[in-house]
């Protein structure tokens, strides 16, 4: 049986006959020759899934992952900085607020906004329906999807951090269990939620419902500012929302002194999240 290496994954790639995503089928990765049809479906899951984070990769390494880098180190100085010139008197209390509601702009811009115009342009290229194709349980490409997006989002809390403590001379106090658990939470809920609206939608209805979202999460969700500041049904549509749910659980994780993490919040965000599979999965394995 042939060991393959996948190609990259471009609009000519993902044009190739099916034959091409049949060779996937057996194809191994370096170290341990490990054919996935060989080794049955447990080892021929985690194949495939090795195969596919490091193909996505690679693939974003060239194009997506420099410019997702610029757009997070930009929003984490302008969050921190610019946010701060529009508040007359800072006081330390604020810039607390403020600098720990700047993570979950960067994680939620990333899965409710990069996330579903990356998937909507791959749709109309066609890579999308390539590995849409490929021989590979469709959770495996969801979590491959999740993954990626989670490994290039996660890294600008750090910025954030970074960019708050330079400015305003903060000293976070970490509650390193919380502040895992809510980053890998808010960034795969976000994701989620992002993937499902590319593969539910339209293209077209993907890029522009990408837009409003943009606005709505820098802008209109309490993060950055009090949710007391909005009209008060405004705060209860938030309740239920994912952002503010997301803020408050990664406030509790990087100034546990002055914030604590509520079941609620975190059971708000596992509901987004399992809605977001559940429709992401829905859409992959519908027929066309």
């Given at each position: 049986?042939?060991?393959?290496?996948?190609?990259?994954?471009?609009?000519?790639?993902?044009?190739a006959s099916s034959s091409t995503g049949s060779a996937l089928a057996t194809a191994t990765v370096p170290?341990?020759?490990?054919?996935?049809?060989?080794?049955?479906?447990?080892?021929?899951?985690?194949?495939?899934?090795?195969?596919?984070?490091?193909?996505?990769?690679?693939?974003?390494?060239?194009?997506?992952?420099?410019?997702?880098?610029?757009?997070?180190?930009?929003?984490?100085?302008?969050?921190?900085?610019?946010?701060?010139?529009?508040?007359?008197?800072?006081?330390?209390?604020?810039?607390?607020?403020?600098?720990?509601?700047?993570?979950?702009?960067?994680?939620?811009?990333?899965?409710?906004?990069?996330?579903?115009?990356?998937?909507?342009?791959?749709?109309?290229?066609?890579?999308?329906?390539?590995?849409?194709?490929?021989?590979?349980?469709?959770?495996?490409?969801?979590?491959?999807?999740?993954?990626?997006?989670?490994?290039?989002?996660?890294?600008?809390?750090?910025?954030?951090?970074?960019?708050?403590?330079?400015?305003?001379?903060?000293?976070?106090?970490?509650?390193?269990?919380?502040?895992?658990?809510?980053?890998?939470?808010?960034?795969?809920?976000?994701?989620?939620?992002?993937?499902?609206?590319?593969?539910?939608?339209?293209?077209?209805?993907?890029?522009?419902?990408?837009?409003?979202?943009?606005?709505?999460?820098?802008?209109?969700?309490?993060?950055?500012?009090?949710?007391?500041?909005?009209?008060?049904?405004?705060?209860?549509?938030?309740?239920?929302?994912?952002?503010?749910?997301?803020?408050?659980?990664?406030?509790?994780?990087?100034?546990?002194?002055?914030?604590?993490?509520?079941?609620?919040?975190?059971?708000?965000?596992?509901?987004?999240?399992?809605?977001?599979?559940?429709?992401?999965?829905?859409?992959?394995?519908?027929?066309?």
């Open positions: 049986m042939p060991e393959l290496t996948p190609p990259p994954l471009t609009p000519a790639t993902a044009g170290g341990p020759s490990l054919s996935i049809d060989e080794r049955g479906a447990a080892a021929g899951a985690v194949t495939a899934f090795r195969l596919l984070v490091g193909w996505q990769l690679a693939s974003l390494g060239t194009t997506m992952l420099p410019l997702i880098v610029v757009v997070q180190a930009l929003l984490a100085v302008g969050i921190v900085i610019g946010f701060g010139l529009l508040i007359p008197t800072m006081d330390p209390a604020t810039a607390l607020f403020l600098s720990t509601g700047a993570p979950t702009v960067l994680l939620m811009t990333v899965g409710l906004v990069i996330v579903p115009q990356a998937v909507a342009t791959a749709k109309a290229n066609g890579t999308f329906a390539y590995v849409r194709s490929l021989p590979v349980p469709r959770s495996v490409l969801l979590l491959s999807d999740l993954t990626v997006w989670a490994a290039v989002a996660l890294p600008g809390i750090a910025g954030a951090i970074v960019a708050a403590s330079l400015r305003y001379d903060l000293t976070f106090q970490f509650d390193w269990l919380v502040l895992a658990a809510a980053s890998v939470l808010i960034v795969v809920t976000a994701t989620a939620v992002g993937y499902a609206i590319a593969v539910a939608l339209p293209q077209a209805l993907a890029m522009v419902m990408s837009q409003i979202l943009v606005f709505f999460v820098l802008l209109f969700s309490p993060i950055t500012f009090p949710a007391s500041q909005l009209p008060a049904w405004f705060q209860t549509v938030h309740t239920y929302l994912p952002m503010q749910a997301a803020a408050d659980a990664m406030r509790a994780g990087l100034a546990s002194g002055a914030y604590a993490v509520q079941g609620r919040d975190l059971l708000v965000l596992a509901l987004w999240c399992a809605a977001g599979i559940a429709i992401s999965l829905r859409a992959l394995t519908r027929r066309d």
